[in-house]
């Protein structure tokens, strides 16, 4: 049972690496993002190696709100969490701003328009058209 729960935790976090490997790299070709925040695009890439489930963006339209972004989002659930077998959506001022100055969150990279995103396993042709859909 024990081998079972590590064969099935492996397969699963596999997926969500590559989904947010994916997510990342799309995110990083659309002219309405800003920047992206993903550690393999900061490190010599190991073809074996991956770089977690999490990737933050900003929009450079600075007056978007947000908020309708989220809830125009059908596959991502709005979460303060990490990791699940489902992707989270979390507007990063919302969950983790919120106690640092100014200075901190220019220096973070973190302002209004900054989305966290939790990849989950789900297709990742799926969860690049909801992006799309609630983004442009």
């Known amino acids: 049972r024990q081998r079972q729960m590590c064969i099935r935790d492996r397969l699963r976090y596999d997926r969500q690496a590559e989904n947010t490997k994916s997510i990342a790299l799309w995110l990083s070709q659309q002219d309405f993002i800003e920047r992206v925040f993903y550690p393999g695009f900061n490190q010599e890439q190991n073809p074996d190696s991956d770089f977690g489930t999490v990737v ?23 979460s ?16 983790y701003g919120g106690d640092l100055s100014e200075a901190q969150r220019k220096k973070a990279g973190l302002d209004e328009t900054s989305i966290r995103l939790s990849l989950g396993i789900e297709d990742c042709s799926d969860l690049i058209e909801d992006l799309k859909k609630a983004l442009q």
Not at 57 to 76: C, P
Not at 80 to 95: K, N
């Open 80 to 95: 303060a969490s990490l990791g699940s077998t489902e992707s989270l959506v979390a507007p990063a001022l919302f969950f």
């Open 56 to 78: 933050m963006f900003n929009l450079k339209d600075k007056s978007r709100k947000i908020e309708g972004i989220v809830d125009k989002l059908e596959l991502f659930q709005l």
